[in-house]
């Protein structure tokens, strides 16, 4: 009889038969746990010990045990516990973290941006691209420079999806080399070597982010106001497109702005006048359009203005931007240019009061007023 159970229990623990789809057989399990001999009240089952008995039940046990963990294997292997296919598996997002490191730098970026801020993105957008980049670089989030270097990953990403920049890109070797002192961009060193980039000596702050002619492309990412620290904003002569971000309008210490140079369009933001700490701004040749606002006469410390070049932009310069520019006790040269015309007999799109402007323009051609 011992044997008898020994060789069942050894069935049971061989491979069992699988149906087509990959199920468990059961009813091969049921005829194989029928074959073991239970034994009745005859004199074989009297003769024998309760210990041997005891034994017998035991096996018994751990058999059906067995066919109740095979049978439920087979379910579950059907997708049925998990109460799904793999087509709902397919929906998971593709852009979920993928790793522990990845889920810590995009909590830090959500605590700071906000809940919603990669709502509506896809893998391609630059918001993303950072992250990613961002994840396997060298800082961690804890460091205070984190956000101010995911600002400048997504500067990068944005403005190079069409065409690598001429200069200080990560494919064109490891310097800058178009007068500009610095390292290239991405590359895994301090964002403050990078070419184009000045920092403040103590705070490490971005102070100044100056890209003259390297083929920047696309529309400038609102996160640059992010970089509060900023003087100088320079990317005159770029393939910049869309509206100028209000919110660069928050940049309460940025002293120049040059973006000239570029297809800029839209109406110029009446947020403008919150600039109060420039002296220099110049958004000549681009594409602007509607009426200049009133608010720039709050720059009072205005006294290189530029904003020739945009032919649908009318309106007036502000009175107060021409007595700023004019009390200009500086050595540096005062400019007051719009596209004012120099002729009577031709329409002005911008006037100047007094005739503040020391330079009228017209169809690119500047000259002083007559």
């Known amino acids: 009889m011992q044997r008898n159970v020994a060789n069942t229990v050894t069935t049971s623990l061989r491979p069992t038969t699988q149906s087509p789809d990959g199920s468990h057989d059961q009813n091969a399990l049921v005829a194989e746990l029928s074959a073991v001999e239970l034994g009745g009240p005859d004199e074989s089952s009297k003769s024998q010990s309760p210990k041997s008995q005891s034994r017998k039940c035991v096996l018994l046990a751990l058999v059906g045990l067995l066919v109740v963990i095979i049978t439920v294997g087979g379910v579950c292997g059907s997708g049925v516990c998990s109460g799904g296919s793999s087509e709902q598996e397919a929906l998971v997002p593709t852009m979920a973290p993928t790793s522990q490191k990845h889920v810590k730098h995009q909590m830090a970026i959500l605590d700071f941006f906000g809940e919603g801020y990669f709502d509506g993105m896809n893998a391609d957008s630059s918001q993303y691209q950072a992250l990613d980049w961002i994840t396997n670089d060298r800082i961690a989030p804890e460091d205070g420079h984190f956000i101010q270097r995911f600002v400048l990953a997504v500067f990068y990403f944005r403005l190079s999806q069409e065409s690598r920049w001429v200069d200080c890109d990560p494919q064109n070797g490891s310097t800058c ?37 390297n083929d920047l492309n696309g529309e400038l990412p609102t996160e640059l106001a992010v970089l509060s620290k900023l003087t100088v904003l320079n990317l005159m002569d770029n393939r910049l497109t869309g509206p100028l971000p209000s919110e660069l309008c928050t940049l ?29 701004m110049d958004l000549s040749n681009n594409q602007f359009l509607g009426s200049l606002p009133e608010e720039i006469s709050a720059l009072t410390g205005l006294y290189q203005f530029d904003i020739h070049g945009n032919f649908a932009l009318h309106g007036k310069i502000p009175q107060a931007v021409c007595d700023s520019a004019n009390s200009h006790n500086e050595t540096e040269e005062i400019t007051v240019r719009a596209d004012c015309s ?29």
């Open 252 to 280: 309460a210490s940025l002293e120049e702005l040059n973006l000239s140079g570029n297809s800029l369009s839209g109406e110029i933001s009446t947020e403008i006048g919150l600039l109060t700490s420039l002296s220099k």
């Open 342 to 370: 120099i002729r009577k007999a031709l329409d002005s799109n911008v006037t100047c009061p007094n005739h503040c402007c020391t330079e009228c323009c017209y169809k690119g051609r500047c000259h002083p007023p007559y």
């Open 177 to 213: 080399k178009k007068k500009r002192d610095g390292l290239v961009w991405m590359l895994g060193t301090n964002e403050c070597s990078w070419g184009g980039i000045d920092c403040d000596d103590i705070s490490g702050h971005v102070t100044e982010l100056s890209m003259i002619q």
